[in-house]
């Protein structure tokens, strides 16, 4: 039973120090390195926890790691499963569960993503206001356990915008170019093809990737607020669309850490 696993993975993160903190951090593709500016407490491997998965990608290092920011004592998760490793919509997102039931009250989340707006440039940052569910599998299908969130859970504003709000308001102040748009999540792990991204951008998409979105949703069933930005890595116009290498993604990611690790470090102090 669902509930049963995830009370005995938090059970067990409490044995190990995972406790007391009021925020949690999922940093996504190329985004690790958050980590350096955490004083560590304590950290375990994802196949070390009962009833995780174990991320598959290279370049997500699959720990989940405690300590503090800042003096805020914090929670992250260094590497995300996706939907096309194989795993399912609840594999993906029993994390978020697991730190809901840790006693987290505000989830922020990360990821790299494609600019499908034509005047993002790649290395800027993307607050994501609202998104588009394009994963063909739901995390809530199947039997609803109503003390973990109702059946049919609100989406109007899956984002907090009280935590938008902040955000906007540390990149003025620390002059960080935070475009604002709407994200679209796809299966992956193929990047689109010039007809796509037209279709992405017809439907009101600015900005599209592989990830976030089963999070979001589970966190929105959860009663859980969050917010997400996206590092743009690459620029989509179809008129001019050039084969980008994932180490190139890898590599502007990295460069615009600096900007996303500003960000989250300030809105932690606040929170």
Do not use: W
């Given at each position: 039973?669902?509930?049963?696993?995830?009370?005995?993975?938090?059970?067990?993160?409490?044995?190990?120090?995972?406790?007391?903190?009021?925020?949690?951090?999922?940093?996504?593709?190329?985004?690790?390195?958050?980590?350096?500016?955490?004083?560590?407490?304590?950290?375990?491997g994802?196949?070390?926890?009962?009833?995780?998965?174990?991320?598959?990608?290279?370049?997500?290092?699959?720990?989940?790691?405690?300590?503090?920011?800042?003096?805020k004592?914090?929670?992250?998760?260094?590497?995300?499963?996706?939907?096309?490793?194989?795993?399912?919509?609840?594999?993906?997102?029993?994390?978020?569960?697991?730190?809901?039931?840790?006693?987290?009250?505000y989830?922020?989340?990360s990821?790299?993503?494609?600019?499908?707006?034509?005047?993002?440039?790649?290395?800027?940052?993307?607050?994501?206001?609202?998104?588009?569910?394009?994963?063909?599998?739901?995390?809530?299908?199947?039997?609803?356990?109503?003390?973990?969130?109702?059946?049919?859970p609100?989406m109007?504003?899956?984002?907090?915008?009280?935590?938008?709000?902040?955000?906007?308001?540390?990149?003025?102040?620390?002059?960080?170019?935070?475009?604002?748009?709407?994200?679209?999540?796809?299966?992956?792990?193929?990047?689109?093809?010039?007809?796509?991204?037209?279709?992405?951008?017809?439907?009101?998409?600015?900005?599209?990737?592989?990830?976030?979105?089963?999070e979001?949703?589970v966190?929105?069933?959860?009663?859980?607020?969050?917010?997400?930005?996206?590092?743009?890595?690459?620029?989509?116009?179809?008129?001019?669309?050039?084969?980008?290498?994932?180490?190139?993604?890898?590599?502007?990611?990295?460069?615009?850490?600096?900007?996303?690790?500003?960000?989250?470090?300030?809105?932690?102090?606040?929170?």
């Amino acid at each position: 039973m669902l509930k049963n696993r995830i009370k005995n993975s938090a059970e067990f993160l409490k044995s190990k120090g995972f406790s007391s903190a009021e925020t949690a951090i999922v940093l996504g593709t190329g985004l690790g390195r958050l980590i350096n500016n955490l004083e560590i407490e304590n950290e375990i491997g994802y196949d070390q926890i009962p009833h995780f998965e174990q991320s598959t990608v290279e370049f997500h290092s699959g720990r989940l790691v405690t300590g503090l920011l800042n003096g805020k004592r914090v929670i992250a998760m260094q590497g995300r499963l996706h939907y096309y490793e194989g795993y399912s919509m609840e594999q993906i997102t029993f994390p978020i569960r697991v730190i809901k039931e840790l006693g987290i009250k505000y989830l922020l989340l990360s990821n790299a993503a494609g600019a499908v707006n034509t005047s993002f440039r790649k290395g800027s940052l993307m607050l994501i206001e609202d998104h588009i569910n394009l994963l063909p599998e739901n995390p809530l299908r199947g039997r609803n356990d109503e003390t973990m969130g109702p059946r049919f859970p609100d989406m109007s504003c899956p984002y907090s915008e009280i935590l938008n709000k902040r955000l906007v308001e540390i990149a003025r102040r620390e002059k960080i170019t935070l475009n604002r748009g709407v994200y679209a999540a796809v299966q992956g792990p193929n990047l689109e093809t010039r007809a796509e991204y037209r279709f992405l951008k017809n439907i009101g998409a600015d900005a599209v990737g592989m990830s976030t979105v089963p999070e979001v949703i589970v966190a929105a069933h959860a009663g859980l607020p969050c917010a997400a930005v996206s590092v743009i890595t690459d620029e989509c116009d179809p008129d001019n669309l050039r084969p980008v290498d994932i180490s190139e993604i890898i590599a502007v990611a990295g460069a615009a850490e600096s900007d996303l690790v500003l960000l989250m470090v300030n809105l932690i102090s606040e929170l």
